[in-house]
C-alpha cells in the first residue's frame, strides 16, 4: 500500500471531518489528490499534529462532526508521542489518529527511523486509546470503519511502502491555511 | 535574611528610598488569578512552575476551567492552536524554561498560522532565585524570544500587584486583534 493509496481511502471514509495532516511528503501527495478546506496542512512542526489534532477534537467546533482525524506520519509521531498520555487523560472520543508507518523519514531522504522496533498501538492501549493495525488496503478500509465507530479516542497504524509519488512542494500562506479551516469549521 | 530552605516564604523586598515593599509572591499569584477569572479561558494548559503553585491550586478541580497537565510544554501549544482554530479559548500557563521546548512550534505554528494564544510565563533565574543553576537558560530567555519574534510583554516586582490583573487581561485582548501568540513573562519571585 502507497502513501497515496492510504491517503485516499482516508478521505474517502472521512469526506468533510476535519483532518490535520502532518508535513512534507504527506501534505504533498495529499494536495495532489485535491485541495479541501477541511484539511489543516502543517507545513512544519514536526511532532505537533497529533496535539493539534487534540486540540480541535476538545474545541466546539468539533462537536459537528463525527470525528477529528490526524494524519501523522511515524517519524513525527516518535518526536511526539507523549501526546498520547495526553490523549488518554484528556479522552475526548472523537480523536482518530492514523499513522502512515513505512519505517522512514520520508521527506529527507528515506533515513530510517526507530518506528520498526516500536509498537505504537500497544503504546496508544497503554495510554487509554484504541488502536489496530492495517497491512494493505482492505485491512485500512475496514480500519478506518471502524475508527469512525468506535467512542473512544483511536489510533491505526496503517504500515505503507517508501513509494514517494512525484508532487511539486506546497508553498501556500499558512495564514490562508488556517482562515481557510478555522471558516469550513466555522460555516459548517 | 531570606530563609533558603522556604525561599517563596513571604520577605517583601522593598525600593530603595520609598519604603514601599515590592508585591509579595501572594499578591502577584492574586492578581494572576484574577486574570484569568476575568479571562474565563475554557481550559488553562499547563507544565508547573513551583512559582506558579498558587495560582493553579486555585484552579484546581473547577469544572468551568479546568486545569490539564501536559507531558511537554511544546505539546501544550499544539493542542492550544487546535482549539483555538475550533472556536476555544485556552490559556498557557509555564515556566520559561519551557519555552526552550516550545519555540519551533510557537515559531512555525501559531506565529506562522497566526493563531491567537495567550502564554503566562513564569520567570525564574533572576533576583530571588533558588535554584543554582536555572539561570543558565532563563536569564537570555528575553533576548531569545526577541529573536525568535514573539512578542512578550514583562511584568516584576517593580511593578504594582493591582496592574498585573489588567496587564494580563489586555495580553489577552492583544493575542486576539493581532492574531498572534503573546507571552506574559512574570516574575514572581522579585525582577
Known amino acids: ?173 499558512p495564514v490562508g491555511l488556517a482562515e481557510r479551516f478555522r471558516r469550513y469549521l466555522e460555516q459548517s | 535574611m531570606r530563609n533558603i530552605a522556604d525561599p517563596l516564604a513571604a520577605e517583601p523586598l522593598s525600593l530603595s528610598g520609598t519604603g514601599r515593599a515590592w508585591p509579595s509572591v501572594e499578591e502577584r499569584s492574586q492578581a494572576i488569578i484574577a486574570a484569568l477569572e476575568e479571562i474565563r479561558p475554557d481550559m488553562i494548559l499547563t507544565i508547573p512552575s513551583s512559582t506558579l503553585k498558587h495560582v493553579l491550586a486555585a484552579f484546581e478541580g473547577r469544572a468551568d476551567i479546568p486545569v490539564v497537565p501536559l507531558t511537554r510544554e511544546e505539546e501544550g501549544i499544539g493542542i492550544a492552536a487546535g482549539m483555538v482554530l475550533g472556536g476555544g479559548r485556552p490559556v498557557l500557563v509555564i515556566q520559561d524554561n519551557g519555552l526552550g521546548n516550545s519555540l519551533t512550534a510557537l515559531a512555525t505554528f501559531p506565529q506562522a498560522y497566526h493563531i491567537p494564544l495567550l502564554i503566562l510565563v513564569s520567570q525564574r533565574g533572576g533576583l530571588g532565585e533558588y535554584n543554582s543553576m536555572i539561570h543558565t537558560f532563563c536569564e537570555h530567555v528575553e533576548d531569545i524570544v526577541r529573536a525568535a519574534g514573539l512578542r512578550a510583554f514583562s511584568l516584576d516586582g517593580r511593578i504594582p500587584a493591582e496592574q498585573w490583573r489588567t496587564a494580563i487581561v489586555k495580553a489577552f485582548e492583544y493575542a486576539q486583534i493581532t492574531h498572534r501568540p503573546v507571552l506574559v513573562l512574570c516574575n514572581l519571585m522579585g525582577f
Open chain 1, 1 to 173: 500500500m502507497t502513501r497515496q493509496d492510504a491517503l485516499r481511502l482516508i478521505i474517502q471514509e472521512f469526506p468533510r471531518e476535519p483532518i490535520v495532516v502532518t508535513l512534507g511528503q504527506t501534505v504533498r501527495e495529499l494536495v495532489a489528490l485535491g485541495r479541501s478546506d477541511n484539511h489543516l496542512y502543517v507545513l512544519d512542526s514536526m511532532g505537533l499534529p497529533p496535539a493539534i489534532g487534540l486540540g480541535l477534537s476538545l474545541a466546539p467546533a468539533a462537536r459537528k462532526f463525527a470525528k477529528t482525524v490526524v494524519i501523522e506520519g511515524d517519524g513525527s509521531l516518535l518526536m511526539g508521542l507523549s501526546t498520547l498520555a495526553t490523549v488518554g487523560l484528556l479522552k475526548p472520543e472523537r480523536y482518530l489518529l492514523v499513522v502512515l508507518d513505512n519505517g522512514t523519514y520520508a521527506s529527507t531522504g528515506g533515513q530510517p527511523t526507530a518506528a520498526p522496533v516500536v509498537d505504537f498501538c500497544r503504546i496508544a492501549e497503554a495510554c487509554g486509546m484504541a488502536a489496530r493495525d492495517a497491512h494493505d488496503e482492505a485491512e485500512l478500509r475496514e480500519a478506518l470503519r471502524w475508527g469512525r465507530a468506535v467512542r473512544q479516542p483511536a489510533l491505526i497504524r496503517a504500515y505503507i511502502d517508501n513509494t514517494n509519488i512525484p508532487a511539486p512542494y506546497f508553498l501556500e500562506d
